[in-house]
């Protein structure tokens, strides 16, 4: 009998199939070329690696930074949980695939009676026992139409799409950790700039306050003086808090506290050291990124669950079968004799079920349809995002260019202005209206900074690096 359970289990192993479609990745419902315009540099011919073939340190390329990053990869909890929810669909897709191999169960028993005198026969109280032992396979589906086959599959698609959401959420963590420390790096300049603004005007104003003390002046340049110093006094005040806001936020990602040394040192200029990634790279780079590779293996499993579907309207055979001895007592369980064994198939065949299976083959097409448009709707924002990306990237030079000159020009007009009134040649209003003009060009130059670092992490998050 041990012969017939290892034949029936083979044959069970050779015979699956599938009723699952087969599978085709859907066309990509995007252009095959990054768009072209005024607001795009011109693509490179000469050939570059993709943002996945990039590793995160080598582009991140500042020691503190990366150790930041690394702090973040392990102690982050949506990060830890993306990883368990890994662990739990590993496990999840070892059940469904245990259920396409014969469970076989050991076992050994005792079965005890006591029939009373008076119905012994005998007018003596009896006790029987019955000891068996032996190998039992629970009921086994032969798995002639790939129910069982289809439901591992499911499963080890929603698997491989658990592994690729890890992924997505280490490139999120990656850039969003580069981008709050590039923010308080941003932070700490404007504080920095605002608290020698508000040193500078505390000089011009008791020298407004002299003056007009003595009489050389009217109260007019003292009171724009006072009122320039307190503007600047209430900016270092709102900086403080953001570079603390700032450093909490960073915390958080991080998972656990900051050490101060790993904290952005000197200007957001001198503290950014991100690798570049020039613009014209193929379309196709869509494909491998994390997120639509997610998108695809839900496809994939809900592909499979057309299969399950589709097998419901045929037979299904089971086998139950079991083989050991029996004996009276324990000694005698395995002696010549004592063997006994049992066979039980049983063929099920769906005759009427009130349409319930056709309603579930239909919701299971219903299931793939929407997960192609899922599909496609996540290479669209990406393809939507990494545009996005590169048309800021294209711009950001001019900006930047611009907004450095601006700030150089404002400083040289601010000087001017000071030194007049430092003289008494003119009013202090000159020289109010230019230093403003000089600290708000300063202020949008460190913005269009933090916007030309920012736009380099995105556009390399979207484009699907950061995972390695």
């Known amino acids: 009998m041990n012969k017939s359970i290892i034949t029936l289990s083979l044959a069970a192993l050779l015979a699956g199939c599938s009723l699952a479609p087969v599978y085709q990745r859907p066309a990509a419902p995007v252009a095959a070329a990054w768009p072209q315009g005024e607001a795009y540099k011109p693509a490179r011919s000469t050939e570059v690696r993709a943002a996945p073939d990039i590793a995160w340190r080598e582009f991140i390329g500042n020691e503190q930074l990366a150790q930041l990053v690394q702090m973040a990869l392990e102690n982050n909890r949506d990060l830890r949980i993306s990883i368990l929810n890994i662990e739990k669909a590993r496990a999840q897709y070892g059940v469904a695939r245990a259920e396409q191999l014969p469970h076989l169960n050991a076992g050994i028993g005792q079965n005890a009676q006591r029939v009373p005198a008076r119905l012994s026969g005998s007018g003596e109280a009896a006790i029987s026992r019955q000891y068996n032992a032996g190998l039992s396979l629970p009921a086994f589906e032969l798995d002639f139409?790939?129910?069982?086959?289809?439901?591992?599959?499911?499963?080890?698609?929603?698997?491989?799409?658990?592994?690729?959401?890890?992924?997505?959420q280490q490139i999120s963590l990656v850039a969003e950790v580069a981008n709050a420390w590039?923010?308080?790096?941003?932070?700490?300049?404007?504080?920095?700039?605002?608290?020698?603004?508000?040193?500078?005007?505390?000089?011009?104003?008791?020298?407004?306050?002299?003056?007009?003390?003595?009489?050389?002046?009217?109260?007019?340049?003292?009171?724009?003086?006072?009122?320039?110093?307190?503007?600047?006094?209430?900016?270092?005040?709102?900086?403080?808090?953001?570079?603390?806001?700032?450093?909490?936020a960073l915390a958080l990602l991080v998972g656990a506290s900051v050490p101060r040394e790993l904290m952005p040192q000197g200007s957001l200029e001198s503290v950014t050291r991100l690798a570049d990634l020039p613009p014209g790279l193929p379309a196709e780079?869509?494909?491998?990124?994390?997120?639509?590779?997610?998108?695809?293996?839900?496809?994939?499993?809900?592909?499979?669950?057309?299969?399950?579907?589709?097998?419901?309207?045929?037979?299904?055979?089971?086998?139950?079968?079991?083989?050991?001895?029996?004996?009276?007592?324990l000694s005698g369980l395995f002696k010549a004799g004592s063997g006994t064994w049992s066979f039980a198939p049983q063929l099920n065949l769906p005759i009427f079920a009130?349409?319930?299976?056709?309603?579930?083959?239909?919701?299971?097409?219903?299931?793939?349809?929407?997960?192609?448009?899922?599909?496609?709707?996540?290479?669209?924002?990406?393809?939507?995002?990494?545009?996005?990306?590169?048309?800021?990237?294209?711009?950001?030079?001019?900006?930047?260019?611009?907004?450095?000159?601006?700030?150089?020009?404002?400083?040289?007009?601010?000087?001017?202005?000071e030194a007049r009134y430092q003289k008494g040649s003119e009013s202090y209003l000159n020289a109010l209206v230019s230093q403003r003009e000089l600290y708000a060009a300063q202020q949008?130059?460190?913005?269009?900074?933090?916007?030309?670092?920012?736009?380099?992490?995105?556009?390399?998050?979207?484009?699907?690096?950061?995972?390695?």
């Open 145 to 168: 139409f790939g129910r069982v086959k289809s439901l591992s599959e499911s499963a080890l698609q929603h698997y491989l799409a658990t592994a690729e959401a890890r992924r997505a």
């Open 182 to 248: 590039l923010s308080l790096a941003a932070g700490q300049e404007r504080m920095r700039l605002a608290e020698d603004t508000l040193k500078s005007q505390q000089i011009t104003y008791e020298l407004a306050k002299r003056r007009f003390e003595a009489g050389a002046t009217s109260g007019l340049d003292m009171y724009e003086a006072q009122t320039s110093a307190e503007a600047a006094r209430n900016d270092v005040a709102v900086f403080r808090a953001q570079v603390a806001a700032d450093e909490n």
């Open 285 to 329: 780079v869509l494909l491998r990124r994390p997120d639509v590779l997610e998108a695809e293996r839900q496809l994939q499993a809900a592909n499979a669950d057309i299969g399950v579907a589709r097998a419901a309207f045929f037979p299904s055979i089971s086998l139950t079968a079991s083989a050991g001895g029996m004996a009276k007592d």
């Open 354 to 417: 009130g349409g319930a299976n056709q309603a579930n083959l239909d919701m299971a097409r219903a299931g793939r349809d929407i997960a192609i448009a899922r599909y496609e709707k996540a290479i669209q924002s990406a393809f939507r995002e990494v545009a996005d990306a590169l048309a800021l990237h294209g711009t950001l030079d001019e900006r930047l260019a611009a907004q450095a000159s601006l700030s150089a020009a404002a400083e040289k007009s601010f000087r001017i202005h």
């Open 444 to 468: 949008n130059l460190i913005s269009a900074r933090l916007a030309k670092a920012s736009n380099q992490v995105t556009l390399y998050r979207v484009l699907g690096g950061g995972w390695q």
